[in-house]
């Protein structure tokens, strides 16, 4: 059974979990937003998703474009836990997912690290 969750309860532990973040990392972050929906249109049990151009792609032509997305999937990330603890991990494990892709982690490495 889904736990049942308040949006104002999940977008605190997003950003609870965007705080466990060491401070040199979150420092590092450059124009990028975290924001909440309800599912991905395509993609209905996606957690999360990255959308941009990582930091270690970007070079002196970077310049005038829209932030970075991570989007944070609140539906399927209630379905598949049984408890608000288990939320509360899941949530943290998807944030920073995402925001290693910011930083140009791709899928494997983060599978390779036991992030995936």
Known sequence: ????????????????????LPEEFAAAMNNVVVLV????????????????????ERDSTYAGVLPDRITVYRAPLLEMCGSEDEVVDEIAVT?????????GIDDEELHRLGWG
């Open 95 to 103: 944030v920073l997912h995402e925001i290693a892709h910011h930083f």
């Open 1 to 20: 059974m889904p736990v049942e969750m308040t949006r104002t309860r999940f977008d605190e532990l997003v950003g609870d979990a965007l705080d466990l």
């Open 37 to 56: 929906e309800d599912r991905h249109p395509d993609d209905p049990g996606l957690l999360g998703l990255y959308e941009g151009i990582a930091l270690t």
